[in-house]
Protein backbone atom coordinates (compact mmCIF):
# COMPACT_ATOMS: atom_id res chain seq x y z
CA UNK A 1 0.00 0.00 0.00
CA UNK A 2 1.25 3.78 -1.03
CA UNK A 3 1.22 5.80 2.19
CA UNK A 4 3.13 8.44 0.78
CA UNK A 5 1.65 10.22 -2.66
CA UNK A 6 3.90 11.75 -5.12
CA UNK A 7 3.04 12.88 -8.82
CA UNK A 8 4.23 10.20 -11.84
CA UNK A 9 6.18 12.95 -13.25
CA UNK A 10 7.55 16.71 -13.56
CA UNK A 11 9.01 18.40 -16.25
CA UNK A 12 11.27 20.99 -16.91
CA UNK A 13 13.70 23.01 -19.36
CA UNK A 14 17.35 22.95 -18.96
CA UNK A 15 17.97 26.25 -15.90
CA UNK A 16 14.36 26.09 -14.57
CA UNK A 17 12.74 25.35 -11.72
CA UNK A 18 10.69 22.09 -10.45
CA UNK A 19 9.20 21.14 -7.78
CA UNK A 20 8.41 17.44 -6.24
CA UNK A 21 5.26 17.25 -3.80
CA UNK A 22 5.14 14.34 -1.54
CA UNK A 23 1.62 13.74 0.08
CA UNK A 24 1.61 11.70 3.36
CA UNK A 25 -0.94 11.82 6.57
CA UNK A 26 -1.16 11.81 10.49
CA UNK A 27 0.49 8.77 11.02
CA UNK A 28 3.75 9.15 9.31
CA UNK A 29 4.47 12.72 8.13
CA UNK A 30 1.94 14.77 10.03
CA UNK A 31 2.90 12.78 13.27
CA UNK A 32 6.41 14.74 13.09
CA UNK A 33 8.27 12.15 11.00
CA UNK A 34 10.92 13.90 8.66
CA UNK A 35 11.17 13.44 5.14
CA UNK A 36 14.06 12.44 3.82
CA UNK A 37 14.92 12.27 -0.54
CA UNK A 38 16.69 9.78 -3.04
CA UNK A 39 17.70 10.25 -6.19
CA UNK A 40 17.82 7.09 -8.64
CA UNK A 41 18.85 7.26 -11.90
CA UNK A 42 17.55 4.21 -14.28
CA UNK A 43 19.77 1.32 -13.80
CA UNK A 44 21.17 2.43 -10.64
CA UNK A 45 20.76 2.17 -6.90
CA UNK A 46 19.12 5.11 -5.58
CA UNK A 47 21.32 7.90 -3.72
CA UNK A 48 20.29 9.87 -0.43
CA UNK A 49 19.63 13.31 -1.77
CA UNK A 50 18.17 15.13 1.59
CA UNK A 51 17.83 13.78 5.31
CA UNK A 52 15.61 15.58 7.70
CA UNK A 53 13.67 17.08 5.77
CA UNK A 54 15.77 20.12 4.64
CA UNK A 55 19.66 18.74 4.77
CA UNK A 56 21.87 17.88 2.13
CA UNK A 57 24.80 14.80 2.76
CA UNK A 58 28.25 16.13 1.54
CA UNK A 59 28.50 16.27 -1.99
CA UNK A 60 24.94 16.87 -3.27
CA UNK A 61 24.98 20.49 -4.72
CA UNK A 62 22.49 23.39 -3.35
CA UNK A 63 20.77 23.21 -6.20
CA UNK A 64 18.58 20.57 -4.06
CA UNK A 65 16.22 21.54 -1.50
CA UNK A 66 13.59 20.12 0.76
CA UNK A 67 10.65 21.68 2.71
CA UNK A 68 8.13 19.83 4.88
CA UNK A 69 4.85 21.40 6.21
CA UNK A 70 1.93 19.93 7.68
CA UNK A 71 1.48 16.41 6.33
CA UNK A 72 3.14 16.94 2.81
CA UNK A 73 6.69 18.15 1.69
CA UNK A 74 8.24 19.02 -1.53
CA UNK A 75 11.71 18.35 -3.16
CA UNK A 76 12.63 21.61 -5.41
CA UNK A 77 15.31 21.43 -8.04
CA UNK A 78 16.63 24.43 -9.39
CA UNK A 79 18.72 25.29 -12.36
CA UNK A 80 17.65 22.11 -13.70
CA UNK A 81 20.57 19.94 -15.20
CA UNK A 82 20.54 17.06 -17.85
CA UNK A 83 21.88 15.02 -15.29
CA UNK A 84 19.41 15.28 -12.70
CA UNK A 85 16.90 13.32 -15.20
CA UNK A 86 15.87 10.32 -12.90
CA UNK A 87 13.55 8.69 -10.30
CA UNK A 88 12.90 10.77 -7.13
CA UNK A 89 11.49 9.21 -3.82
CA UNK A 90 10.37 10.59 -0.66
CA UNK A 91 10.33 8.34 2.83
CA UNK A 92 8.85 8.67 6.17
CA UNK A 93 8.30 6.15 8.85
CA UNK A 94 4.77 5.32 9.61
CA UNK A 95 3.54 4.68 12.78
CA UNK A 96 0.57 2.91 12.17
CA UNK A 97 2.41 0.37 9.78
CA UNK A 98 5.80 0.73 12.34
CA UNK A 99 8.08 0.78 9.42
CA UNK A 100 9.38 2.96 6.88
CA UNK A 101 7.83 3.87 3.55
CA UNK A 102 8.51 5.35 0.68
CA UNK A 103 6.62 7.17 -1.71
CA UNK A 104 5.32 6.78 -5.30
CA UNK A 105 8.15 7.99 -6.98
CA UNK A 106 8.63 10.73 -9.37
CA UNK A 107 10.03 10.59 -12.93
CA UNK A 108 12.13 14.34 -13.65
CA UNK A 109 12.83 14.72 -17.12
CA UNK A 110 14.85 17.26 -18.89
CA UNK A 111 12.81 18.91 -22.04
CA UNK B 1 35.10 4.31 1.81
CA UNK B 2 31.96 3.51 3.11
CA UNK B 3 31.28 0.14 0.55
CA UNK B 4 28.22 -2.11 0.58
CA UNK B 5 28.71 -5.39 -1.90
CA UNK B 6 26.50 -7.38 -2.59
CA UNK B 7 25.92 -11.30 -3.72
CA UNK B 8 24.92 -12.37 -7.04
CA UNK B 9 21.82 -12.37 -9.64
CA UNK B 10 19.90 -16.00 -8.41
CA UNK B 11 17.18 -17.52 -10.06
CA UNK B 12 15.11 -19.31 -8.16
CA UNK B 13 11.91 -21.95 -8.06
CA UNK B 14 8.57 -20.35 -7.09
CA UNK B 15 8.45 -22.24 -3.31
CA UNK B 16 11.83 -21.63 -2.73
CA UNK B 17 14.26 -19.40 -0.37
CA UNK B 18 17.10 -17.51 -1.25
CA UNK B 19 19.61 -15.60 0.74
CA UNK B 20 21.42 -12.49 -0.44
CA UNK B 21 24.13 -11.20 1.36
CA UNK B 22 25.74 -7.93 2.09
CA UNK B 23 29.52 -6.97 3.04
CA UNK B 24 30.29 -4.10 4.86
CA UNK B 25 33.45 -1.97 4.95
CA UNK B 26 34.55 1.40 5.13
CA UNK B 27 33.03 1.62 8.63
CA UNK B 28 32.34 -0.02 12.02
CA UNK B 29 29.80 -2.47 11.21
CA UNK B 30 28.21 -3.18 14.43
CA UNK B 31 27.39 0.62 15.41
CA UNK B 32 25.04 1.32 12.38
CA UNK B 33 21.51 -0.18 11.60
CA UNK B 34 21.33 -2.11 7.96
CA UNK B 35 18.56 -2.58 6.18
CA UNK B 36 16.69 -4.02 3.15
CA UNK B 37 14.51 -2.77 0.43
CA UNK B 38 13.15 -3.89 -3.14
CA UNK B 39 12.62 -2.83 -6.18
CA UNK B 40 9.87 -4.92 -8.74
CA UNK B 41 10.81 -3.96 -12.27
CA UNK B 42 9.30 -0.45 -13.38
CA UNK B 43 7.86 -0.14 -9.26
CA UNK B 44 8.76 2.03 -6.71
CA UNK B 45 11.07 1.11 -3.78
CA UNK B 46 9.71 -1.13 -0.61
CA UNK B 47 11.27 -1.51 2.56
CA UNK B 48 11.32 -4.96 4.07
CA UNK B 49 13.46 -4.65 7.52
CA UNK B 50 16.30 -3.81 9.17
CA UNK B 51 18.56 -5.49 11.97
CA UNK B 52 20.49 -3.48 14.43
CA UNK B 53 24.20 -5.34 13.76
CA UNK B 54 25.22 -4.52 17.23
CA UNK B 55 22.66 -6.60 19.10
CA UNK B 56 20.62 -8.22 16.57
CA UNK B 57 16.94 -6.54 16.56
CA UNK B 58 15.01 -7.02 13.80
CA UNK B 59 12.19 -5.29 12.85
CA UNK B 60 9.78 -6.21 9.57
CA UNK B 61 7.42 -4.83 7.47
CA UNK B 62 4.06 -6.34 8.16
CA UNK B 63 3.94 -7.15 4.23
CA UNK B 64 6.98 -9.65 4.49
CA UNK B 65 6.51 -10.80 7.92
CA UNK B 66 6.69 -14.44 8.93
CA UNK B 67 8.71 -14.87 5.43
CA UNK B 68 11.71 -12.93 5.82
CA UNK B 69 14.84 -13.02 7.93
CA UNK B 70 17.65 -10.44 8.36
CA UNK B 71 20.94 -11.59 10.22
CA UNK B 72 24.21 -10.16 10.66
CA UNK B 73 27.83 -11.78 11.40
CA UNK B 74 30.11 -9.07 13.07
CA UNK B 75 33.15 -10.73 12.41
CA UNK B 76 32.09 -10.61 8.81
CA UNK B 77 31.04 -7.53 8.49
CA UNK B 78 28.18 -8.38 6.87
CA UNK B 79 24.52 -8.39 7.05
CA UNK B 80 22.07 -11.30 5.03
CA UNK B 81 18.23 -11.52 3.80
CA UNK B 82 16.64 -14.57 3.51
CA UNK B 83 13.25 -14.58 1.81
CA UNK B 84 11.14 -17.77 1.75
CA UNK B 85 8.10 -19.14 -0.54
CA UNK B 86 8.84 -17.30 -3.23
CA UNK B 87 6.75 -16.78 -5.88
CA UNK B 88 6.82 -14.87 -9.24
CA UNK B 89 6.13 -11.11 -7.84
CA UNK B 90 9.27 -11.69 -5.88
CA UNK B 91 10.89 -10.92 -8.79
CA UNK B 92 13.15 -7.99 -8.10
CA UNK B 93 15.90 -6.06 -7.39
CA UNK B 94 17.26 -6.42 -3.49
CA UNK B 95 19.10 -3.72 -1.94
CA UNK B 96 21.02 -3.36 1.39
CA UNK B 97 21.68 0.26 2.62
CA UNK B 98 22.93 1.79 5.65
CA UNK B 99 21.01 3.18 7.98
CA UNK B 100 20.75 6.11 10.32
CA UNK B 101 18.76 8.51 12.23
CA UNK B 102 17.98 12.16 12.29
CA UNK B 103 15.47 13.44 14.89
CA UNK B 104 14.63 9.89 16.14
CA UNK B 105 13.74 9.53 12.04
CA UNK B 106 15.70 6.91 10.40
CA UNK B 107 16.30 7.08 7.11
CA UNK B 108 19.44 5.35 5.09
CA UNK B 109 22.54 6.50 3.62
CA UNK B 110 24.53 4.37 1.68
CA UNK B 111 23.03 1.84 -0.96
CA UNK B 112 24.42 -1.25 -2.31
CA UNK B 113 24.49 -1.92 -5.89
CA UNK B 114 21.55 -4.50 -5.39
CA UNK B 115 21.39 -8.33 -6.05
CA UNK B 116 18.60 -9.05 -8.82
CA UNK B 117 16.56 -11.85 -7.65
CA UNK B 118 14.29 -14.10 -10.61
CA UNK B 119 11.66 -16.04 -9.71
CA UNK B 120 10.53 -18.60 -12.39
CA UNK B 121 9.59 -21.90 -13.39
Known sequence: QSVLTQPPSVSGAPGQRVTISCT?????IGALYDVHWYQQVPGTAPKLLIYGNANRPSGVPDRFSGSKSGTSASLAITGLQAED???YYCQSYDSSLNGHVFGTGTKVTVL | QVQLVQSGAEVKKPGASVKVSCRASGYTFNTYTMHWVRQAPGQRLE??????AANGNTKY???????????RDI???AAYMELSSLRSEDTAMYYCARGREYNSSPYVDVWGKGTTVTVSS
Open chain 2, 75 to 77: SAS
Open chain 2, 47 to 52: WMGWIN
Open chain 1, 85 to 87: EAD
Open chain 1, 24 to 28: GSSSN
Open chain 2, 61 to 71: SQKFQGRVTII
